[in-house]
C-alpha cells in the first residue's frame, strides 16, 4: 500500500507566529511577537458567559449564530458604520476570523479564479486561495516618504485586475504595519472596481484599535463597496480574548447565503454560552470598544517613549497594538535571522515583516506587539535600548 501523500500545500510550513512563539517559550524570552494581549477579558463579560455555563446554554447553536449576538451585531453595525444589515440574512457567527476568512474564500474563489492580496499581507490568505483551487497575486504597499508609514497603490492595484479576477482580499487596520484606509482611499477603490466583477473581502479585525483620533473606515459602511463585500470582525481582538476564537461575517443577503453553505461545514455552530454571554455584553457595555482605542493608544506611546533611547527608528502605530521599529542603524542582517537571534541573545522576539510578502521590500523592519502589562514593556524595551 503507498502510503505517500501528496501535498495540497507544499509550499506552506509552519506559521512564524508559531515558529517565533515556541523559540520564546524555549529561550525565556518575552514574547512581543504573536498578537495576543497579556491582561484579561472585561469582567463583566466573563461573568455573563459563566452565568450562561450554569443555565442550560451548552448544546449546539444555530448555525449562523444566536438571534440575541446577531440582534446586537446588527445595532453596533447600525451605530458604528450606519449600515442597516439583517440579523437573519446578512449575520453570520464565525470561529473566529480565521475560519470567517477561509470560508469566505471557499465560498466564492473557482479552480482559476485570481484572488488579489494586499502585501504585506497575512499569511492566512494565501493557503486558503490554494486550497481553493485559486491562484494568488500580490500587489504591494507602498512605502510613504517619511520612510515610515504605508499606504495602498491604487495604479499598481488597477493594473494587476484582469478577467480572471475573482476576490480582493483588503486587511485595515492593517497587520503589520497599522496603516489605515480614509474616505478617498474608498472611493479610489469603488472607482477601481466599478466596471469589474470583483468581490472584497475585508479583513477588519483591528477595527476599534485606532489611534490618534483617526476613524476606521468600514466597506460596510460604503454603499457601492457594501455591495460586492463579505466583512470580517473579531471578537477576540476587541474583548482581549483570543483565544475564544469568536467573531463574525457581514455581508448583502446572496454572499451570506454562500457563504453559509460553506461555513455549515467547515465549523457548523460556535460555542453557545460564549455568544449568549457577548450577547449580554454588547447590550450592558456598548461603550468598551469606544474606549478601546485611548487603552491601546496609551500602550503605544508607553513602548514608543520606552525605545527613545534606542538606536530603532519608527513612527508610532497607526493602528492595531503592533509597532514597526526599523533596525538598519544597528544592523543589516535578514530580518527574519535577525529576529531569531535576538530572541536568543537579549531575549526579546519579534516577528520579521518579510514573511508577510512574496517579494521581500519591507527592508530592515520587525513588529512588536505592545498589548502587554506595562511591566512587560519596560523589560522588553530595556533590552532592546542595549543594542
Known amino acids: 500500500m503507498n502510503r505517500n501523500v501528496t501535498s495540497k500545500l507544499p509550499d506552506v510550513g509552519t506559521t512564524i507566529f508559531t515558529v517565533m512563539s515556541q523559540l520564546a517559550h524555549d529561550t525565556g524570552a518575552i514574547n512581543l511577537a504573536q498578537g495576543f494581549p497579556s491582561f484579561e477579558p472585561p469582567k463583566a463579560l466573563t461573568d455573563r458567559i459563566s452565568y450562561h455555563l450554569v443555565h442550560g446554554a451548552n448544546q449546539y447553536a444555530p448555525m449562523a449564530g444566536i438571534p440575541a449576538l446577531r440582534a ?3 445595532e453596533k453595525t447600525l451605530h458604528l458604520q450606519g449600515r442597516i444589515v439583517d440579523m ?16 469566505a474564500i471557499q465560498a466564492v474563489v473557482h479552480r482559476g479564479d485570481e484572488v488579489i492580496v494586499i502585501d504585506p ?28 508609514d504605508f499606504c495602498m497603490d491604487w495604479q499598481r492595484l488597477r493594473d494587476t485586475i484582469n478577467d480572471k479576477t475573482r476576490l480582493i482580499v483588503m486587511n485595515f487596520p492593517h497587520n503589520p504595519t497599522g496603516a489605515i ?16 466583477n470583483c468581490l472584497l473581502l475585508s479583513d477588519e479585525v483591528y477595527e476599534h ?25 473579531s471578537f477576540g481582538k476587541t474583548f482581549h480574548a483570543t483565544g475564544w476564537k469568536l467573531g463574525y461575517c457581514i455581508a448583502p443577503a446572496a454572499l451570506s447565503a454562500e457563504f453559509r453553505k460553506v461555513h455549515q461545514f467547515t465549523t457548523f455552530s460556535v460555542s453557545t454560552p460564549m455568544q449568549h454571554g457577548i450577547a449580554d455584553f454588547l447590550v450592558s457595555d456598548p461603550d468598551f470598544a469606544v474606549n478601546l482605542p485611548a487603552f491601546y493608544q496609551d500602550k503605544r506611546d508607553r513602548f514608543c517613549r520606552l525605545l527613545d533611547g534606542s538606536r530603532f527608528r519608527l513612527q508610532p502605530a497607526r493602528s492595531t497594538f503592533f509597532q514597526i521599529v526599523d533596525y538598519g542603524d544597528i544592523s543589516q542582517e535578514n530580518d527574519l535571522i535577525l529576529a531569531k537571534r535576538w530572541t536568543h541573545e537579549i531575549g526579546v522576539a519579534s516577528i520579521p515583516l518579510s514573511v508577510f510578502a512574496e517579494t521581500p521590500f519591507t527592508g530592515t523592519r520587525l513588529r512588536f506587539c505592545f498589548a502587554k502589562a506595562d511591566a512587560t514593556l519596560e523589560d522588553a524595551a530595556r533590552r532592546l535600548c542595549s543594542l
Open 72 to 74: 446586537a451585531i446588527a
Open 88 to 103: 437573519d440574512s446578512e449575520i453570520t457567527v464565525c470561529t473566529g476570523a480565521t475560519e470567517g476568512l477561509f470560508s
Open 121 to 148: 499581507a497575512y499569511d492566512s490568505y494565501e493557503p486558503a486561495v490554494t486550497l481553493a483551487g485559486g491562484v494568488t497575486r500580490h500587489v504591494p504597499l507602498l512605502i510613504a516618504d517619511n520612510g515610515h
Open 181 to 196: 484606509l480614509t474616505s478617498y482611499d474608498l472611493d479610489q477603490l469603488a472607482d477601481v472596481l466599478r466596471n469589474t
Open 209 to 233: 484599535i485606532v489611534f490618534d483620533a483617526e476613524q476606521h473606515r468600514s466597506f460596510a459602511g460604503h454603499d457601492e463597496l457594501w455591495e460586492r463585500s463579505l466583512v470580517i470582525a
